[in-house]
């Protein structure tokens, strides 16, 4: 069955509010709506009570400057037209319109005399006059009359000679002026909002049309990565949150790009990995089986080939299959408590034939105080080390020494792994630990490493180089058990 191109699966809006672009335009919307409404049904009422309050204290403040000239009239008993002249003339100094009111029984019965009409004074019912009289104090009030909304200070004037009345003093000056400018006011917000709404809706368009165009190439890079491009220049653009989004997917991609590379990579050493000892094995074989037989010597000698060959296949199924249970975290660790100077010299031992060969001698020093004892996986921790020795090795030229160095610390345990080969170059040193990655020409899937060191971040260790000249060391840190 063959297969056709890849295709990517891109999602479009099927709803005008599943674009981030119509969300953002409603958003300002929503939010500059909100604020003018906020504004008109609330600070425009708050105005005008408070221009009324102003107008009120106004009138109060006034009043009190003509009370004094007031309460002597009535203490003198002017006559009727003495008194209204005396009302004019005071409603001229606190420009406000002047109503003296009569008290009988304890309210506000009658008017003597008005800086205006008196037919008209009849018209209000001054609930100012009322609540003033009551309480013997000043009291403000807004009333409205013939449509009119009127605002109101009464005075209390206490009685003079005997047998005279109490009056109430009343200041009263209309509030059209105070509605005009809060109509002014509401129609200026409505406009300035209506404007606002507009501008911000614009606004909001540019804006939310700019990032959508920044995520749309961003989208069609990324669909490009998807079908196997690495190479597709990511638009970074400004420096914001997009900006730092594309930043992101630029480095996924150069690390996509590098995974791409050592995939390959591994798919060529593996194939030559398995090439090599099953080409190996089969000749073996077919030795084996021709005729005449070969002697008993020739015959231990294939066989201790082939079982080398063996050994290839066999690590190489183990570093897959580890990488796998790596990949899906499905790797079990045992932490128990165990001595890494034993465990150092237990795998050293392991390696006297493979160094024998090499012409290698390998040393182990122990630096660990007698009682420190790491926590970790006893098992995967000579696992790492078998991985370094062999690197140890296999990448450096025959006669090389090896050193492994068991030391501790108050919280860990460190084995090191050190030789005096030429040293790893600085390009490699930063890539030793990527996956599939092999530094040099000696055979090998460039897995071992990476292994390593996930093996080790899972028991709460590291695996760290340290490299120059004619000196590599591989660290392994584990967790002291004490710690």
């Not at 809706?201 to 890079?221: C, F, G, Q, T, V």
């Not at 079908?227 to 997917?249: M, R």
């Not at 392991?350 to 996986?377: M, S, W, Y």
């Not at 028991?459 to 760290?464: R, T, V």
């Amino acid at each position: 069955m063959s297969g056709g191109p890849r295709r990517t699966r891109s999602w479009t809006p099927t709803t005008p509010l599943a674009s981030v672009r119509n969300r953002l335009v409603l958003l300002f919307f929503a939010i500059t709506t909100a604020a003018v409404g906020f504004v008109y049904l609330y600070v425009v009422p708050q105005l005008s009570s408070s221009l009324t309050a102003e107008r009120l204290e106004r009138l109060e403040q006034q009043g009190t400057e003509e009370l004094d000239r007031l309460r002597s009239a009535s203490a003198r008993e002017l006559n009727q037209r003495d008194l209204a002249e005396l009302v004019r003339k005071s409603a001229a100094d606190v420009d406000a319109r002047v109503t003296l009111i009569g008290v009988r029984d304890g309210s506000p019965a009658f008017v003597i005399a008005d800086s205006e009409l008196e037919s008209e004074a009849l018209d209000a019912s001054y609930p100012a006059a009322v609540g003033a009289v009551l309480s013997g104090e000043v009291r403000s009030a807004v009333e409205t009359v013939h449509g009119r909304r009127i605002g109101e200070t009464a005075f209390p004037v206490p009685e003079g000679d005997p047998g005279g009345a109490d009056w109430v003093i009343v200041l009263s000056t209309p509030l059209d002026d105070v509605a005009d400018n809060v109509a002014l006011i509401r129609r200026q917000t409505l406009i300035a909002g209506a404007i606002a709404l507009v501008a911000a809706l614009i606004a909001a368009y540019l804006a939310a049309s700019y990032h959508a165009r920044r995520l749309r190439r961003l989208e069609r890079a990324a669909e490009r990565v998807a079908q196997g491009d690495f190479n597709v220049p990511i638009p970074v653009g400004s420096p914001d949150e997009v900006g730092q989004l594309a930043l992101t997917l630029d480095e996924m991609q150069r690390r996509l790009r590098r995974l791409d590379s050592a995939r390959s990579e591994f798919i060529a050493n593996a194939s030559h990995e398995l090439r090599t000892p099953i080409a190996s094995l089969g000749g073996f074989v077919e030795l084996l089986d021709e005729e005449p037989e070969p002697d008993r010597e020739s015959r231990r000698e294939f066989v201790r080939t082939m079982r080398g060959q063996v050994d290839r296949l066999t690590k190489l199924s183990v570093d897959l299959l580890d990488l796998s249970r790596l990949d899906a975290d499905a790797v079990s660790l045992r932490l128990e408590e165990f001595d890494p100077a034993r465990l150092a010299k237990e795998v050293a031992g392991e390696f006297e034939v493979a160094a024998g060969r090499h012409g290698t001698e390998i040393e182990v020093e122990v630096e660990t105080d007698e009682g420190a004892l790491a926590l970790a996986d006893r098992a995967r921790s000579a696992q790492i080390m078998r991985i370094l020795i062999d690197n140890a090795i296999k990448h450096t030229a025959s006669g090389t020494g090896i050193t492994i160095t068991s030391a501790a610390t108050t919280d860990t345990c460190r084995l090191s792994v050190a030789d005096n080969g030429p040293g790893i170059d600085r390009a490699s040193a930063d890539r030793v630990f990527e996956r599939f990655y092999t530094a040099d020409s000696a055979s090998g899937t460039g897995l071992g490493l990476a292994i390593g060191r996930e093996l080790a971040r899972l028991m709460d260790g590291d695996l760290d180089l340290e490299t120059r000249r004619r000196h590599t060391v591989f660290t392994l840190t584990l967790p002291r058990a004490s710690a």
